[in-house]
């Protein structure tokens, strides 16, 4: 499975939109992206995933490049129920293994 | 749908205890996945069972852990003896594996310290 490479932290004001850049350079064809997040202490969460088009659910967007070297999760309206870890993970549907990094912390800051 | 149980949520014991930690996994998922997490490295996937056999327990520290899965409905992870670096969060998750879509649900957790 590729490997991920996230920001360690960032930070985002209440309201505002979060834009959690990840790269994932040695993705193969039949990768999946996915996106993951922690709040303290919970297990991490499913929040969205995607091939090669853009997708959206009601938590969030996920625009994936063309080339799919690196992809960006959305979260439209930041609240304060946001900040978490964000963990981006690359696996194929034929798979189940998940490599998760250190991820990205968003705190999002009233 | 209740999610992903697991219990206990936290356990304290002492070194050289038989701890036990315990999964229901969400109704119609056909994966169980046991993951432990701690600071130093981060979250590590110990066992991956499928159709309730195990598949993959490479990751699985040493043979003082052992995980079972005897129905589609329940699963353990056992520790035996205990030591202190055993100290993390466990993680169950679940998952319906479907072609495209392999999301993993994960339970809460049990936070053991092992003193």
């Known amino acids: 499975d590729a490997k991920t490479t996230q920001p360690p932290s960032m930070d985002c004001a209440e309201g505002r939109a979060a834009n959690l850049p990840c790269n994932h350079s040695?993705?193969?064809?039949?990768?999946?992206v996915y996106w993951y997040r922690q709040i303290h202490s919970q297990g991490p969460q499913y929040i969205i995933h995607?091939?090669?088009n853009n997708e959206t659910n009601e938590m969030a967007s996920l625009i994936i490049t063309e080339d799919r070297k690196s992809s960006t999760l959305i979260l439209p309206h930041a609240t304060l129920r946001d900040t978490a870890v964000y963990y981006c993970?690359?696996?194929?549907?034929?798979?189940?293994?998940?490599?998760f990094g250190t991820g990205t912390r968003l705190k999002v800051l009233a | 749908d209740a999610g992903v149980i697991q219990s206990p949520r936290h356990e304290v014991t002492e070194m050289g205890q038989e701890v036990t930690l315990r999964c229901k996994p969400i109704?119609?998922?056909?994966?169980l996945f046991w993951y432990r997490q701690t600071m130093m490295r981060g979250l590590e996937l110990l066992i991956y069972?499928?159709?309730?056999?195990?598949?993959?327990d490479s990751g699985m520290p040493e043979d003082r852990f052992s995980a079972k899965m005897p129905n589609a409905s329940f699963s353990t992870l056992k520790i035996q003896p205990s030591e202190p670096r055993d100290s993390a969060v466990y993680f169950c998750?679940?998952?319906?594996?479907?072609?495209?879509?392999?999301?993993?649900?994960f339970g809460p957790g049990t936070r053991l310290t092992v003193l």
């Open positions: 998750a679940s998952s319906l594996a479907a072609s495209g879509r392999n999301e993993q649900f």
């Open positions: 040695t993705i193969s064809g039949n990768e999946y």
């Open positions: 995607g091939l090669k």
């Open positions: 993970i690359v696996s194929s549907s034929g798979t189940y293994k998940y490599i």
């Open positions: 109704s119609g998922h056909n994966s």
């Open positions: 069972f499928n159709n309730n056999v195990p598949i993959d």
